[in-house]
């Protein structure tokens, strides 16, 4: 069973960038496609982006809206989060999480990483 875990989460001002992690254990990723969810306080737990094995990616435009940019190291395992221009609403437990090709849900999940965006 892959497992999977954040880091890079932190407080940063408006404006600023940050670099979220996510380390996969347990086996290998090359059969899931990587992604990253956010959830802010009050509010539902909301998709970000996610990325195959090939390096095809999407994006949520609504939240993204070209300020982030994910990437994966297959070799490494991991997956990462460039976020750039944040600001507060940005702010929100970042999630990684993983699903099988020819599964349409993310099953395997992260513990997440805090991201506070400070003005």
């Known amino acids: 069973q892959v497992r999977l875990v954040e880091s890079g989460g932190g407080m940063v001002q408006a404006g600023g960038s940050l670099r979220l992690s996510c380390a996969a254990s347990g086996g290998t990723v090359s059969g899931y496609i990587l992604g990253w969810f956010r959830q802010a306080p009050g509010k539902e737990r909301e998709f970000v982006a996610e990325i195959r094995w090939s390096g095809g990616v999407q994006y949520n435009p609504d939240s993204v809206k070209g300020r982030f940019t994910i990437s994966r190291d297959n070799a490494k395992n991991t997956v990462t989060l460039q976020m750039n221009s944040l600001n507060r609403e940005d702010t929100a437990v970042y999630y990684c999480?993983?699903?099988?090709?020819?599964?349409?849900?993310?099953?395997?999940w992260g513990q997440g990483t805090q991201v506070t965006v400070s003005s």
């Open positions: 999480a993983a699903r099988a090709y020819g599964y349409s849900s993310f099953d395997v």
